[in-house]
């Protein structure tokens, strides 16, 4: 049964979709891209557009068509002081002679920032094919002293964010061209200019509030865009379990279906499955949140300072590091975690390391990447989708902590050494051993107490009572000072209960 403060899914068709949109979802390290590789090559007359979300991965890719006998491969990445990447792949598309095929290779961003000044008749020519997907859902809070001057560029209706028509012109130079602003018009906000870029074009659906205080926007990306192609395909392991494919399939009504491939796939799941042992961090009772990672690890008190040292995070990668005992292991975090006292040991992994193959070698991997969004975000994301907020939680997730995890030897077809795989949450480390049949969940590194329960006003037992009083003998013994009971519960009790 949904929330009651969920909304009623609205599906929206615009028209019949003639070429459905195919997803090869094949587990990582399947040789899904070489599959779909050889495929290029063997269509000589068609012109591609294969995007990538780094560079990195970009020029790997070119490397590897030209490799397979793809003719005209062309990468157009950011060089030096040229044109803007978008308006050379722009030229490229319109100067293009229509009886000689190309492929072109081109970054996400870039491919966003041409969807929208493609044509109809353009995008027509194309088969693209998007490696590791592209992202469904972009989120921004901003806060200023001066908040109507921006919000007068916007229309809110029913939680729809717009733009507001008197000032489309000028919200879109915000967006797109700051720096042809009037001298006085100090709209150049960092966190503004992607809601502008949001509501100025037709690529997002955004949804949010404009209050007197800030502006809340997440803008959730449309399939419109995609449709005229002659073809799209989203390469991404567990695509179906991504959650650009439910809010596509949920709200837009889109047919997504399996891409056809003759090429044999390594079964990355059931063949790794048994090798792999999962640990988890937080205590069962505990979500993933940015809320509970900022935690004081011991008291439970919220937004502990980042350089204390103190916070829950900072005691996961304590527990961790401590656990690996000199084994070599990589990780990832997001941006909660700079590892500045250099506590993790380890090889870092950057936080988006999609179809890199540095860390092959590595047979022990920490995947600390990705939290559950902020209140505000899920809020409007479950309204949208009509679903649970465990639902999101899952699908926000799982995408990005599969891809860090399947940079390690997961990928190296040939090993049979066990993998130790590290993630931060209990829920986490269940989804991830449904997905490799055979793996095993071995429980709990270190001791954190649950921070819900410390939410909760402590009722003390009479086991309680007696410990406290053994701990006030102790105190005056040492001549030490007896610190409050809640303190004391907090930072000393609830480790011994944990301990038994």
């Not at 022990?364 to 209140?375: D, G, L």
Request: charged content about 25%; hydrophobic content about 35%; overall charge neutral.
């Amino acid at each position: 049964m949904l929330n009651a403060r969920k909304l009623p899914l609205q599906v929206n068709i615009a028209r019949d979709i003639d070429v459905p949109i195919q997803y090869l979802a094949e587990p990582v390290g399947s040789g899904k891209t070489e599959a779909v590789i050889r495929e290029i090559s063997q269509r000589k007359t068609d012109s591609n557009i294969f995007v990538a979300p780094t560079i990195l991965l970009v020029k790997d890719i070119a490397k590897r068509l030209n490799e397979a006998g793809v003719e005209n491969v062309i990468v157009v990445i950011s060089e030096g002081n040229r044109a803007p990447v978008y308006e050379r792949v722009l030229k490229l598309i319109r100067e293009r002679q229509l009886n000689e095929a190309h492929s072109l290779i081109i970054t996400t961003e870039t491919f966003r920032n041409i969807l929208i000044s493609m044509s109809n008749a353009d995008k027509d020519s194309y088969h693209v094919y998007l490696d590791e997907g592209i992202e469904a859902v972009h989120y921004q809070q901003f806060s200023t002293g001066r908040i109507d001057e921006f919000a007068s560029l916007l229309s809110e209706d029913n939680g729809k964010i717009t733009a507001n028509k008197e000032y489309a012109e000028r919200l879109r130079r915000v967006a797109y061209k700051p720096d042809q602003l009037k001298n006085d018009d100090d709209l150049r906000a960092e966190n503004f200019i992607p809601i502008a870029r949001w509501v100025v074009n037709d690529l997002y659906d955004v949804h949010g509030t404009v209050t007197e205080k800030s502006i809340c926007a997440v803008a959730m990306l449309k399939p419109d865009e995609f449709t005229a192609f002659k073809s799209i395909t989203i390469i991404a392991a567990i695509f179906e379990q991504s959650l650009l494919a439910v809010f596509w399939e949920r709200k837009y009504g889109i047919k997504l279906v399996p891409y056809e491939t003759e090429h044999n796939m390594f079964d990355t799941h059931r063949e790794k499955g048994p090798l792999i042992s999962i640990y988890y961090t937080l205590h069962e009772d505990d979500w993933a949140s940015v809320r509970n990672l900022k935690r004081n690890w011991a008291t439970g008190e919220d937004n502990a300072a980042a350089n204390s040292n103190n916070r829950v995070i900072d005691e996961i990668c304590r527990n961790v590091d401590t656990h690996f005992n000199g084994e070599q292991y990589c990780w990832a975090t997001g941006t909660l975690y700079k590892n500045k006292f250099n506590t993790l040991s380890g090889k870092r992994m950057p936080a988006v390391s999609a179809g890199l193959n540095d860390w092959a070698d590595m047979h022990n991997v920490v995947s600390f990447v990705c939290v559950n969004p902020p209140e505000w975000v899920k809020n409007i994301v479950v309204n949208q989708l009509a679903m649970e907020d465990e639902e999101l939680y899952s699908l926000w997730k799982l995408s990005h902590t599969y891809q860090t995890i399947g940079r390690c030897s997961l990928r190296d077809r040939n090993s049979k050494h066990p993998i130790t795989i590290v993630v931060l949450s209990e829920d986490c480390a269940k989804k991830i051993s449904t997905l490799f049949p055979g793996s095993k969940i071995v429980g709990r590194i270190g001791d954190l107490p649950s921070y819900r329960r410390m939410k909760k006003k402590i009722k003390f037992t009479p086991q309680d009572n007696r410990a406290y009083h053994k701990e006030k003998i102790r105190c005056l013994e040492r001549g030490a000072e007896l610190p409050p009971k809640d303190q004391w519960y907090l930072t000393k009790r609830v480790l011994q209960l944990a301990k038994g």
